[in-house]
């Protein structure tokens, strides 16, 4: 069954203070994996799709690199309009279906 | 303009009434779908279409129905409220440039008493 981890549930930082989010995932045949930012209220908003292992997106402050078993979201030197949460989902191959992790909520204060 | 717009954003209704979320896109896309997000358990399927004729369940189908009624529009439909339906839903369309991932609308906030 395909699933996807996130780790942590919620995860607090001081300004400037980096640190990385955990996806774990099992997909039978990986076809992309996702990440999001949800703001509290709103639909996710799409940050960057990976499709095979060894590769890495950057997007300003953001991060995110892909194994074969896991996803990390790297967040260097965070500011507060960071804050949101971030979602993980994987596509298995031959389908257009997104599986959804619960998120890791992240709170950056000054 | 958003590029998935749904409606109402927030709406209050009955147990046992009949309710209906609508969403409609400006992207073109062929491919829609209807998710329901609770604290806790993520966002879940609940329909798909491919095109105006294809329309398949999700994960979590039971107690609601689905209208394709053009290639811009999918309706979600309760037809039977009931209070574990309260929750936030979300349109979404699978966009080709974003690698297939998708495209959300703004959501509808959805509380049955």
């Known amino acids: 069954e395909d699933q996807v981890t996130q780790s942590p549930e919620a995860l607090r930082l001081q300004e400037g203070e980096s640190s990385s989010l955990n996806c774990s995932y099992t997909v039978s045949g990986l076809r992309g994996l996702f990440w999001y930012r949800q703001d509290p209220g709103k639909g996710p908003e799409f940050l960057f799709t990976l499709y095979s292992a060894g590769e890495e997106k950057e997007k300003e402050r953001l991060k995110a690199t892909l194994t074969k078993k896991e996803s990390f979201l790297h967040i260097t030197a965070p500011k507060p309009e960071d804050s949101a949460t971030y979602l993980c989902a994987v596509q298995a191959q031959n389908t257009d279906k997104l599986i959804f992790g619960t998120g890791t909520r992240l709170q950056v204060f000054p | 303009d958003a590029d998935v717009t749904q409606t109402p954003r927030n709406r209050i209704t009955k147990t046992g009434k009949r309710i209906m979320l609508e969403c409609s896109q400006t992207k073109g896309h062929d491919r829609m779908y209807w998710y329901r997000q609770d604290p806790g358990l993520g966002l879940r399927l609940i329909y798909y279409s491919f095109d105006v004729k294809d329309i398949n369940k999700g994960e979590i189908s039971d107690g609601y129905s689905v209208s394709r009624q053009a290639q811009a529009k999918f309706s979600l439909s309760l037809e039977s409220a009931i209070p574990n339906q309260t929750a936030l839903y979300f349109c979404?369309?699978?966009?080709?440039?974003?690698?297939?991932?998708?495209?959300f609308g703004s959501g509808t906030r959805l509380t049955v008493v």
């Open positions: 979404a369309t699978s966009d080709p440039t974003k690698g297939y991932g998708y495209t």
